[in-house]
């Protein structure tokens, strides 16, 4: 019955989901750039051509994200940890726990059946747990980003280095490089790192099975491998994990826009 | 040395070795030397009696007892000394287990107060110590022994690092950051102080809204010198207050912590005629405790 | 006569807060009591050169000094006490916690 929107201004990317009476209908992502604004109105429009709907049809659209208040034709706004929780039980009903890893910031979120965010732990203004990290990594290793994660995931041990900083593990690899040690045992240093990072954070929160990872950070097999180790559990993760945050924004508008036709 | 290099490395400090001319090495009694292998910098001290003689600052390579000996062997060229003529030797600083001529080491903290007294006198009480990883807050009594510390070497934010990772960034020479972030009218606002990561990619997109060189990289200093401002906080500031390592050469920094803390400095002295180097403080230290632990085991 | 004490900060600050673990060396008489109170196995005795002579002080691992946070957050210090602090009858080791309000969007 309601069609709605969410949009989820992330630190470099805008993420565009239209849903109607519960299912996605279109999903789009654009960089954010220097006008974030317009890179948000592009997204919304492209997402809107993908769904063939016009923009009356979307009776509600909610935003979320670091960038929230640069989608100003957004109707109403949510937390990024609403927003997770939502998302989470959404697509896995078991789901009570919701890690998100970003680009430059890190949570995790407990909630209920219902998607209502109980409690929720935050790693911010750091970017040694999140994916400026693994970025910054592959720079310094001259690799892809994409190809990080199969790098890791052949390797049997971690090389050492200082993770505590981004910066001071930049230093690392390059001296390590120096000496020949292999790319793929400081890939997997790396995800250990972040891993180990995220999982501290996940503990003082508490660990509530079904764990659902998103974020652009989960598509990444070495991360959540080593997310695996660390945690010791299972881990579940959407085929579109990048656009949780999207999602949750866009049911909750769905909610509101079902509560105001009342 | 290496002077054609830091044309093109930005973030590439000079390295040098200094003997002090006066003194004679005959009449020396006791013979010391204090090695300090920080993350970035290795420095080496020699002294005669108590007093510097001869030393070098130089880049720690990636084997740090490699740059232990390199150090001790540089500060001891051109003096005729070899490594028999040594009373004691004290190693000290992040990788001061790796310091194999050493008789002992000692944690760098007491180091660096020590050296801090030496430079400066009986009257120090806080020292801000800037290495390349790291930043330390230290209250010291008049004797050089440390009341209250405080480091940090978990974040790059107010470390020497970062102050590379800016010049590197604006292709400004290391060396001459300070005067040039002092060069603008107004103090513009500072970016992100808790990260340099983000602190870097605020000053592009600084650089990109128009902003000149000499605004951003004041805007970067400002934050570097809030973070080191926090951490003296944390310990309490109490006069005097000096400023060692690396950065106690960077005028935009020890100008803003000075303003931060609304507290001045003591001014860095001649190092070339005096020997006290504030940037190998901490070597500085380790000779003179290699002087004392000399003396207690002659007793 | 003014008692000279030497205090050593292990911990870090970043850009959430500061998380601190503040031992005094002087009032230390090495017991060892905190270190097994710890349930995250964080404290150690080390050696420290205080005039001259080595003295034997409890002190936080390097393994969790730049991780403190996450290393004391089950103990939960922003309660004012953790199983070290109230192990030391010597007043030696306390906590100093002060993370930022973190909820925000």
């Not at chain 2, 130089?58 to 540089?74: F, H, I, P, Y």
């Not at chain 2, 931060?260 to 002295?269: D, H």
Request: hydrophobic share 40%; glycine share 8%; aromatic share 6%.
């Amino acid at each position: 019955m309601a069609i709605s929107a969410g949009v989820d201004m992330g630190t470099q990317r805008v993420k565009v989901v239209i849903m109607k009476d519960g299912q996605i209908m279109s999903q789009t992502q654009n960089f954010l750039g220097f006008e974030p604004t317009k890179a948000a109105e592009q997204a919304l429009k492209e997402a809107l051509k993908k769904a063939k709907l016009s923009r009356e049809d979307i009776q509600h659209i909610t935003a979320t994200g670091a960038g929230v208040d640069m989608a100003s034709f957004a109707d109403s706004t949510v937390s990024m940890m609403g927003a997770d929780a939502q998302a989470g039980a959404y697509f896995f009903g078991s789901a009570r726990t919701v890690i998100d890893v970003g680009a430059e910031e890190a949570r995790a979120v407990n909630c209920n059946e219902k998607g209502v965010m109980l409690d929720f732990v935050v790693n911010a203004r750091c970017a040694a747990g999140a994916g400026t990290f693994i970025e910054a990594m592959a720079r310094a290793l001259e690799v892809e980003l994409e190809d990080m994660g199969s790098l890791s995931l052949q390797a049997e041990r971690a090389s050492p280095i200082n993770a505590s900083c981004v910066i001071f593990a930049e230093s690392d690899v390059v001296s390590l490089i120096h000496r020949d040690e292999p790319k793929t045992e400081i890939a997997r240093a790396i995800f250990d790192a972040m891993a180990e990072r995220v999982s501290s954070m996940v503990l003082r929160l508490g660990i509530n099975p079904d764990i659902v990872l998103v974020g652009g950070v989960a598509k990444d097999a070495g991360f959540v491998a080593s997310l695996k180790r660390r945690l010791g559990t299972e881990i579940l993760i959407p085929e579109a994990p990048l656009f949780a945050g999207a999602v949750g924004a866009a049911l909750v508008a769905a909610k509101r826009a079902a509560r105001r036709q009342q | 040395m290496g002077n054609n290099e830091e044309k093109t490395e930005y973030w590439r400090w000079g390295e040098y070795q200094r003997i002090m001319s006066r003194r004679e090495l005959n009449t020396a009694e006791i013979i010391t030397a204090g090695v300090d292998v920080g993350s970035v910098g290795s420095k080496a001290v020699i002294m005669t009696d108590g007093n510097v003689y001869s030393w070098s600052v130089m880049r720690t390579g990636s084997n740090s007892s490699d740059s232990a000996k390199k150090a001790l062997g540089w500060a001891m060229e051109d003096t005729g000394l070899t490594l028999k003529d040594f009373n004691y030797i004290v190693g000290t600083g992040y990788g001061r287990v790796n310091v194999p001529m050493a008789n002992r080491a000692i944690t760098e903290i007491a180091c660096h107060a020590k050296g801090a007294n030496y430079i400066w006198g009986p009257t120090v009480r806080t020292v801000l110590d800037v290495g390349g990883q790291d930043v330390k807050a230290i209250r010291c009594d008049q004797k050089g022994k440390v009341v209250s510390f405080l480091m940090n070497d978990k974040c790059a934010a107010g470390t020497g690092r970062g102050m590379e990772i800016i010049a590197d960034l604006l292709k400004i020479p290391i060396e001459d950051v300070g005067k040039v972030s002092l060069s603008v009218t107004d103090e513009p606002k500072p970016v992100s102080s808790t990260c340099v990561v983000f602190a870097k990619t605020e000053a592009v997109g600084l650089l990109r809204k128009g902003w000149s060189k000499e605004k951003v990289l004041a805007s970067y200093m400002r934050a570097m010198s809030i973070r080191m401002s926090e951490l003296i906080e944390k310990v309490g500031c109490e006069r005097e207050f000096v400023i060692t390592g690396g950065q106690s050469k960077n005028i935009g920094i020890v100008q803003r912590v000075e303003n931060i803390l609304g507290m001045k400095s003591l001014p860095v002295p001649n190092a070339e005629e005096t020997g006290r180097d504030p940037v190998a403080a901490g070597a500085i230290g380790a000779a003179l405790y290699a002087k004392a632990l000399y003396e207690k085991s002659q007793r | 006569m003014r008692v000279i004490r030497v205090i050593t900060y292990y911990g870090y600050q970043d850009g959430s807060g500061e998380y601190y673990i503040v031992v005094d060396a002087e009032k230390c008489n090495s017991c060892g009591e905190c270190i097994e109170a710890c349930p995250q196995e964080a404290l150690k005795m080390e050696t420290m050169f205080i005039d001259l002579e080595d003295k034997l002080v409890v002190a936080v691992t390097e393994e969790h000094r730049k991780k403190l946070r996450y290393t004391c957050s089950p103990c939960k210090p922003e309660s004012g006490y953790v199983p070290c602090v109230q192990a030391c009858d010597q007043e030696a080791i306390t906590c100093a916690w002060n993370p930022l309000n973190q909820k925000s969007t």
